[in-house]
């Protein structure tokens, strides 16, 4: 396969891979407690008892809250706007604007399938909510992945009305503080590609979107 072809293919693997740090279970009502949580680029506080899972990682911080089946992972790069250019010719819905504690947040919904031993399991009933929170500043970039793993816990909606949204992302952005770092990593990165390779990508994408079908042909 041309490396040309790479992302446009196979980028639903690379979501799958950020968020997979972990995949557990959780989230309460808007009634129940709340945890605190301090990263090197991010500050804030989710609905429910979420634990923190063990990372490597310096830039990405994973926490799940097991009672609801969902997994929030949160991470920053220099361009989170180049990456939801990706995640949007995917398929993944939006996004709706909001603003909320002095940021500006981009806000897209999307459906997966979960994978299991190199499989997708195609049980209609065993899919997966995903929302994708991204504010891109000056010079970096966050973004909060949220998997809804349990539809029948949690009411998700592929829009800012349902429970996902409204009972756990809303009130977790409204307490969202970001913090400047230095060094993050590039969104070329992300795909194991240089800067002029994933430019490529891009570039390829934006052909396709405005109709030249022939981009990624051949």
Request: hydrophobic letters at 40%; aromatic letters at 10%; proline letters at 2%.
């Amino acid at each position: 396969m041309e490396k040309k072809n790479m992302i446009i293919i196979g980028v639903v693997v690379v979501i799958i891979a950020i968020l997979a740090v972990v995949f557990a279970t959780g989230a309460l009502n808007n009634n129940g407690p709340t945890t605190a949580f301090t990263t090197d680029f991010m500050t804030g506080s989710f609905i429910g008892n979420v634990e923190k899972a063990n990372t490597n990682e310096s830039f990405i911080a994973s926490y799940t809250d097991k009672e609801h089946n969902i997994t929030y992972n949160l991470t920053t790069l220099d361009n989170s706007s180049a990456l939801m250019e990706i995640y949007r010719f995917q398929g993944v819905k939006g996004p709706d604007h909001r603003s909320y504690n002095g940021v500006d947040w981009n806000i897209y919904f999307g459906e997966a399938m979960p994978v299991v031993n190199n499989t997708t399991n195609v049980s209609s009933n065993q899919s997966m909510g995903i929302i994708i929170c991204q504010s891109q500043q000056k010079s970096q970039g966050y973004v909060i992945y949220a998997i809804f793993g349990d539809l029948n816990k949690v009411n998700f909606t592929l829009n800012t009305f349902g429970e996902s949204y409204t009972g756990y992302i809303e009130p977790l952005l409204k307490t969202i503080s970001l913090k400047q770092s230095s060094n993050v990593p590039s969104v070329s990165q992300e795909f194991g590609l240089s800067d002029d390779e994933f430019k490529q990508q891009i570039d390829l994408i934006r052909q396709v979107n405005a109709g030249n079908l022939s981009a990624v042909q051949g």
